[in-house]
């Protein structure tokens, strides 16, 4: 596969803003229309392209074809450490392929998040990253460490570069409604949801406290209908679903403490698989 493009903007150029004080008025949509084939645009294949035989999500997957021939690819982003990666993070982007019609979902592993800059526990990105490989199995789940090539520390700058590097696809970004309780620390949290449709993953116990978040405060009177949920393409943004699926009580943390040693498994594993360098 031919080697993905560098970057065409700086860092924090393009779409952000000087400020994050923003009218509270929704942006139009960027546009949608794609020039020739999303089949031909890069994507960063850091792992093998996943087969499409899982059954939970063929029909999904069937309409791949459909959507490449129309000329848009249409993919879910799911960031986050991944420390480890678990099956709570498989079935919610196996459910948001189903629910918002997607070909697939990337899983973006962070090299380090700013809101967890404290840390003690944080496994190294290489570890991290092949647990997330393991756990994507032969899904149709992209692993890529493409916010470590791009150099990118926030989601702002992240979403900025992705969408000019990869111009032939269309983009929803997949976050838990736990993130919501401090989205309004994101840097350019409104500056995201202008760029990109947001589909807000339900989990129990936080719809209380997500409601009564500041953000919530801007946000609420974008939210859309669920039974519209796989229109996302052609929704003006600011734009964001909620989306409830069946509750996985599986926890990054509670899984580390239950097995402090759970690096080991990975180690040779991160060796065997760090991300390529001609990837992304």
Known sequence: MAKTPSPVVGEGQGRARSKDAE????SPSPSRKREGSAANAPCPVDAARPQRGDDQVRSGAQGSIRHLMAGALRVGLLGGSFNPAHSGHRAISLAAIRALGLD??????????????????????????????????????????????????????????????????????????????????????RHIAKSIPIAVIARPGYDHAAQAVPAMGW??????????????????????????????????????????????????????????????
């Open 23 to 26: 009218h509270d008025t929704p």
């Open 104 to 189: 697939e979902v990337w899983w973006m592993v962070s090299p380090g998040n700013p809101l967890k800059d404290k840390a003690t526990d944080m496994a190294p990105f290489a570890v991290r990253f092949a647990s997330a490989r393991a756990m994507a199995g032969h899904a149709p789940i992209r692993v890529t460490a493409i916010e470590q090539r791009l150099g990118t520390r926030y989601t702002v700058d992240t979403l900025s570069k992705l969408q000019r590097l990869y111009s032939r696809i269309d983009f929803i970004w997949l976050m838990g409604e736990d993130n919501l309780i401090n989205f309004d620390q994101w840097k350019g949290w």
């Open 219 to 280: 946000l609420r009177r974008f939210f859309r209908p669920v039974h519209q949920a796989k229109n996302w393409t052609t929704w003006r943004l600011p734009a964001l679903v909620l989306l409830r699926f069946r509750p996985d009580s599986t926890s990054a943390t509670r899984l580390r403490l239950a097995d402090p040693a759970w690096q080991r498994r990975f180690l040779r594993r991160s060796n065997d698989t760090d991300p390529p360098s001609s990837a992304p």
